[in-house]
């Protein structure tokens, strides 16, 4: 929920920058700079009727801060939800004496209301397209076949061909809280000859502890279908599932059962143990580890006609790509196969993976996925029925030179036009709010010159501190972007207005929301570049937008070679 309020407005009004005091702020830091701003801002000590309706907008603004953040349960809300969170009615009738996480279950049943009614508006749409190809040409080929295209002038290309296809398609219609109907529907056919199915599923969610399904189809290749599925909680560590149904065909009426037993063996860990009655018998234990950096399968499977061990290993990057490599065994009845294979984000919503599998007697395979959003598309490419080290060596090899080659000829010159288009459209869409911040801090800049004009005075009859320089924005320091223009503001006199006793102290929060501040470039990186004199010495130093920054410091002291 707080991600939803999140997407619907950008909340530009950071309080604890405002007053500038840490996140965990006591009631006596709060109260000392409150008062400090309020003899800045107040309107009385200004004359000029500008200048009057200026400082009272400004001594408004930074009141409305220490009033919520002063306030245990406003404050709360606030760290929570932000501005917009204390929007809500409703907050009137809750205990003061609330701690933050109920507050936060407070919230969430003063906005159900409005989820139910955005629940019937929203689908959950999923899908997925596949497309076998049969490349055994490419490698299989006798030598014969090339002399007689050869001899008879057909040319030398392989022939590749599509001999399998399956579309699948589901949504979910919410017809309730409670209430979910999910309709879905497939198309496949294999070497000329196909088929298809519709299925409607009515789920009820019964209790927190559980919920149960019931399932019609009907079809042309298997028949009508009734099914019934069921999942329970037992206990917080442990749940279960069964899933019956009943195949009507020409053959007569085919029952099925499946149950399945999970349980928490460690935070990381679960251990799966699954019993399958009907056309396709099997007794199915796994464990599965799933952790931040990696993900462990082991599974055996004892059952008619698939009796198997497998072990698999995928293994997670940190970085921003979530890059993904894995690999796993699998030995049975049926032979061995052995999969490697990768998966990477390309873009926001899309995620691209190739898997080589060999194994014997299948041969040799290349798995190409696409995720995008909600929907799969895949490619199982088959390219030979023999372990041949070629078809191996082309399977690996060639996906990664093309994806590299797409990678730079298309992805990230995309993801680029991309990037400055949304920037574009987030200046455009609060420019108007940047306006109005713009006009508030040349404002208090202008409420502060007087109170400026003292401090320097008190820190130059002492060799303290004095601000010379400050600048705040993008700045352009790489040699590749000198195409990009720098975006800065002059804030030397706010930072001089927050200088006490020789030092200015700047907590770990956006400096645009400090007085006299506001941001240059919305959605971009930004830096605060000062220029301070102390003692009589130099010194400079550039910090990051949220860093939190203490000056004087012996470190920023520039060298007089320098």
Excluded at 8 to 37: G, M, P
Excluded at 180 to 190: D, E, K, P, R, V
Excluded at 291 to 311: N, R
Excluded at 320 to 349: L, M, N
Aim: contains cysteine.
């Amino acid at each position: 929920m707080a991600a939803a309020l999140e997407e619907d407005e950008i909340d530009n009004d950071d309080y604890y920058s405002l007053l500038n005091v840490r996140r965990e702020a006591t009631q006596d830091e709060l109260k000392a700079s409150y008062r400090r701003l309020c003899m800045l801002y107040h309107p009385d000590k200004h004359r000029d009727p500008e200048l009057k309706r200026q400082a009272e907008q400004l001594f408004n603004l930074v009141h409305q801060a220490y009033e919520v953040l002063s306030d245990p349960q406003s404050r709360a809300i606030y760290d929570i939800y932000g501005k917009r969170g204390l929007e809500v009615e409703g907050w009137e009738v809750v205990e003061r004496k609330r701690t933050p996480a109920e507050i936060r279950e407070e919230y969430e049943r003063l906005q159900r209301e409005r989820d139910e009614r955005r629940l019937q508006q929203r689908t959950n749409p999923k899908g997925t397209i596949s497309v076998g190809i049969d490349a055994t040409d490419l490698f299989d080929r006798y030598e014969e076949d090339y002399e007689e295209i050869s001899s008879g002038g057909g040319g030398g290309l392989p022939h590749i061909e599509i001999n399998r296809m399956h579309i699948s398609q589901s949504i979910e219609a919410p017809l309730t809280t409670s209430d979910t109907a999910i309709l879905s529907g497939s198309l496949s056919t294999h070497n000329g000859n196909g088929g298809g199915n519709i299925n409607l599923a009515l789920r009820r969610v019964t209790s927190a502890k559980g919920w149960g399904e019931v399932e019609f189809g009907a079809g042309d290749t298997h028949g009508p279908l009734f099914g019934l599925k069921i999942f329970r909680n037992l206990t917080s560590r442990c749940f279960t599932t069964a899933h019956c149904g009943m195949q009507f065909s020409s053959r007569g009426i085919r029952p099925g059962l499946t149950t399945m037993l999970a349980r928490h063996l460690d935070k990381n860990t679960m251990g799966y143990l699954q019993w399958r009655w009907g056309t396709q018998s099997s007794m199915n234990t796994s464990i599965v580890r799933d952790t931040k950096s990696s993900h462990f399968t082991f599974a055996v499977q004892l059952g008619i006609p698939h009796t198997f061990i497998m072990m698999s290993y995928q293994y997670k990057f940190q970085d921003d790509d979530q890059t993904k490599i894995k690999g796993s065994v699998k030995s049975g009845f049926f032979g061995t196969v052995v999969e490697y294979g990768a998966e990477t984000k390309i873009s926001r919503h899309s995620v691209l993976g190739a898997t080589v599998s060999v194994g014997v007697p299948q041969g040799v395979s290349l798995k190409i996925k696409l995720n995008r959003a909600s929907q799969t598309y895949f490619f199982p490419i088959h390219l030979t029925d023999q372990l041949l080290p070629s078809a191996v060596f082309y399977a690996t090899v060639g996906p990664l030179v093309f994806y590299l080659a797409i990678q730079r000829l298309v992805i990230r010159p995309y993801l680029r036009a991309q990037q400055e288009q949304e920037l574009e459209k987030q200046r455009e869409s609060s420019a108007s709010d940047v306006a109005k911040k713009k006009q508030e801090a040349e404002a208090s800049v202008l409420l502060m010159q007087e109170s400026v004009r003292r401090i320097i005075e008190a820190e130059e009859s002492r060799m303290g501190l004095i601000i010379l320089n400050a600048w705040y924005g993008k700045f352009v320091t790489d040699n590749s972007r000198k195409h990009e223009r720098a975006r800065v503001i002059d804030v030397t006199v706010p930072l001089q207005c927050l200088v006490k006793d020789s030092k200015l102290i700047l907590t770990e929060a956006s400096k645009a929301g400090l007085p006299g501040f506001y941001d240059p470039c919305v959605g971009e990186e930004k830096s605060l570049k000062v220029l301070y004199q102390f003692r009589g010495v130099m010194h400079q130093v550039l910090c990051g937008d949220t860093e939190a920054l203490r000056i004087p410091k012996q470190s920023h002291r520039i060298d007089n070679d320098s």
